[in-house]
């Protein structure tokens, strides 16, 4: 087993769980302008949030346009998430300034995945830990906030103007660091940005694969876990 010195955390969906963050912030949104956010409604939601995100190609990080682009697109976003909620419900309330309130109900601490504190406390112990995301500066610093202890660095791409995969994303990490490619392990969810980072930058990957699902793309990562917890077979 390779001797590494880092390893380098995704966040959303691998250490802390935005579809539940996300609900938490509709609750607290939805009844302001007279929507009960039942839990039928919140999966409504859920849903089309998911499709307006796709819809703005923000899962597609391997082209230029969106690597340029990612974070304005993603301000847009959140309010096309209320347009098309507000669409559904028949309310006819600012989708912008609702999307507003919404971003900065999500700058509370997240939702922890399932095993997360569990892993970090050990691999704090034998390895620098770092965490590497896509997202906006404010509201992943205070997600993050209550695991911010376990991290030497926390690396946001709004604040740092360049997104996963680039691989300009994992020089900052490896020059401030201060640690070799080889010393790396990158540990995410998503195959397009963790993985595929992590291979054009030379460091080794672990796909956190916890539906199971097939890799039937070209990205292969080092290794593969269903789980945090049995990334400590690894590590």
């Not at 966040?11 to 009844?31: F, M, N, Q, S």
């Amino acid at each position: 087993m390779k001797k590494y010195k880092v390893v380098i955390f995704d966040a959303d969906h691998t250490l802390i769980d935005y579809t539940k963050d996300e609900r938490e912030a509709l609750k607290k949104v939805l009844p302001k302008v007279g929507i009960e956010p039942t839990e039928e409604v919140l999966d409504e939601c859920n849903a089309i949030s998911s499709a307006a995100w796709t819809a703005a190609g923000l899962n597609d990080v391997h082209t230029e346009y969106i690597q340029r682009e990612y974070h304005a697109l993603y301000h847009t976003h959140v309010k096309r998430i209320f347009e098309g909620i507000f669409a559904r419900f028949s309310c006819f309330a600012s989708a912008l300034e609702v999307g507003e309130e919404f971003a900065k109900s999500l700058e509370a601490p997240a939702v922890l995945c399932e095993g997360a504190k569990e892993t970090l406390d050990a691999l704090v112990r034998k390895y620098e830990l770092c965490v590497a995301t896509n997202g906006m500066t404010e509201m992943q610093y205070g997600r993050l906030s209550e695991l911010a202890k376990y991290f030497k660095g926390i690396y946001i791409s709004e604040e740092m103007g360049v997104i996963k995969p680039l691989p300009a994303f994992f020089d900052r990490i490896l020059e401030e660091m201060r640690v070799k490619r080889e010393e790396c392990l990158m540990v995410g969810d998503s195959l397009s940005s963790d993985v595929r980072g992590a291979n054009l930058s030379g460091i080794d990957s672990c796909w956190l694969n916890r539906r199971g699902e097939r890799n039937e793309t070209e990205i292969k990562p080092t290794y593969e876990v269903k789980s945090l917890k049995e990334l400590l077979t690894i590590l």
